[in-house]
T-cell receptor, first 113, second 112 residues
Framework: DVKVTQSSRYLVKRTGEKVFLECVQDMDHENMFWYRQDPGLGLRLIYFSYDVKMKEKGDIPEGYSVSREKKERFSLILESASTNQTSMYLC???FGGGRTEAFFGQGTRLTVV | GENVEQHPSTLSVQEGDSAVIKCTYSDSASNYFPWYKQELGKGPQLIIDIRSNVGEKKDQRIAVTLNKTAKHFSLHITETQPEDSAVYFCAAPMDSNYQLIWGAGTKLIIKP
């Protein structure tokens, strides 16, 4: 079974802190994605990566950065956390981008206080 | 760019009845339409998808229909069961080929 693992289920951080969300997949997928999920807004793409060291902005990249040093790992970084970044964060991976099945992690619920 | 609208936002049906969730999309070039189910505390999981060369696809109690002329596609769940309670998302690809545009989600509640 494909497995996408996010490092934390719940995180509470203070305003201004630097926050790292880690995601690891074990199926050698080229593509990895970070989404933010908020009620009534669906899934909004923050960043995606189609290869090691490659990254592309999604719809809402402001306030976030990413890192992909190894194929299996994709990290989301909040340089200076703010309360409006309180949300559910979902990582996903796939072989072929938007036209093949995406496999999701279980999500990280981040609260910024 | 692509825009996907999903309705209703919440759907409550009696156990055993059918449920229908509808999505419309804007990009006539879109050719792949997946549906994902998100159970409480989990990430979304693909349950069925359809490509534009067919009008309907079934998998046991779930089916997806596609009307390319009207640019809408629907998820149909028959004989609903308690385990069908979840949030369902539709999506359509952007022309970039990497990105999916997601509907806002439908919370399906199955009443016993």
């Amino acid at each position: 079974d494909v497995k996408v693992t996010q490092s934390s289920r719940y995180l509470v951080k203070r305003t201004g802190e630097k926050v790292f969300l880690e995601c690891v997949q074990d199926m050698d997928h080229e593509n990895m994605f970070w989404y933010r999920q908020d009620p009534g807004l669906g899934l909004r793409l923050i960043y995606f990566s189609y290869d090691v060291k490659m990254k592309e902005k999604g719809d809402i990249p402001e306030g976030y950065s990413v890192s992909r040093e190894k194929k299996e790992r994709f990290s989301l970084i909040l340089e200076s956390a703010s309360t409006n970044q309180t949300s559910m964060y979902l990582c996903a991976s796939s072989f072929g981008g938007g036209r093949t099945e995406a496999f999701f992690g279980q999500g990280t619920r981040l609260t910024v206080v | 760019g692509e825009n996907v609208e999903q309705h209703p936002s919440t759907l409550s049906v009696q156990e055993g009845d059918s449920a229908v969730i509808k999505c419309t999309y804007s990009d006539s070039a879109s050719n792949y339409f997946p549906w994902y189910k998100q159970e409480l505390g989990k990430g979304p999981q693909l349950i069925i998808d359809i490509r534009s060369n067919v009008g309907e696809k079934k998998d046991q109690r779930i089916a997806v229909t596609l009307n390319k002329t009207a640019k809408h596609f629907s998820l149909h769940i028959t004989e609903t069961q308690p385990e069908d309670s979840a949030v369902y998302f539709c999506a359509a690809p952007m022309d970039s080929n990497y990105q999916l545009i997601w509907g806002a989600g439908t919370k399906l509640i199955i009443k016993p």
